[in-house]
Structure formats: C-alpha cells, structure tokens
C-alpha cells in the first residue's frame, strides 16, 4: 500500500526558504510529483521527478528556484524551495503515480493516483 506523509511546511517571509519532505512508502517504479493549490485555484503541479531519482520536470515559476531531488538515506522525496514569493502561497501536496509518465505529463494533476495530506506554506510579504 502506497503512503504519501508530507512535511516541512510553514510560514516565512519573502526571499525565504523551505524544505519540503515526502516520506513514501509502498511504491515502486513510477513518478512522484509535488503539486499545490491555493484557495479559490486549481491544484496545479510544481515539480515532479521519477522514483529512481532521475527525469525531474518543473513548472516554470518554479524553475531556478525550487529543486526536486530523493534522499535514498532517509526515503524521502524532498522539494527544496528558494527565494519565495507571496504567490508561492498553498497548500503543498506530494503525490505519485506509475508507470513513469512522460515527461510532458509530469505535472498534469489527474494522472496521479496516489496523494499525501499536505503541507500549508505561507509566505508573507
């Protein structure tokens, strides 16, 4: 059984960093992405990476500020995230899926099939 745990969220200023964790169980060869949605806004998907560590993908706000990486010491996918905005607010989910996507569906939400709670972050102005 596939288990999705998020954590590292909160709250920062602008120009902040946070690091979000996955913890994932239960999955194998496949795709992992981190998705978030804002209050009144579609969930959209912000950065995605295949189990084995390789093939990341990013939504193009995020790119340059936000990295997507697996840590195999701790079984986490994590999602480093730099210079943060006020929009970057939401909630931020991880989610998985397989098989692997193609790297054009990487962050299309509705091709996953597994989802984490969540983690809210909030950055302030």
């Known amino acids: 059984q596939v288990q999705l745990v998020e954590s590292g969220g909160g709250s920062v200023q602008a120009g902040g960093s946070l690091r979000l964790s996955c913890a994932a169980s239960?999955?194998?060869?496949?795709?992992m992405g981190w998705f978030r949605q804002a209050p009144g806004k579609e969930r959209e998907g912000v950065a995605a990476i295949y189990t084995d560590g390789s093939g990341t993908y990013y939504l193009d706000s995020a790119k340059g500020r936000f990295i997507i990486s697996k840590d195999n010491a701790k079984g986490t996918f994590d999602l480093r995230m730099n210079s943060l905005k006020p929009e970057d607010t939401a909630m931020y989910f991880c989610?998985?899926?397989?098989?692997?996507?193609?790297?054009?569906?990487?962050?299309?939400?509705?091709?996953?099939?597994?989802w984490g709670q969540g983690t809210q972050v909030t950055v302030s102005s």
């Open positions: 239960g999955y194998t060869d496949g795709t």
């Open positions: 989610a998985y899926t397989q098989p692997r996507l193609l790297i054009e569906y990487m962050l299309d939400n509705g091709r996953y099939k597994y």
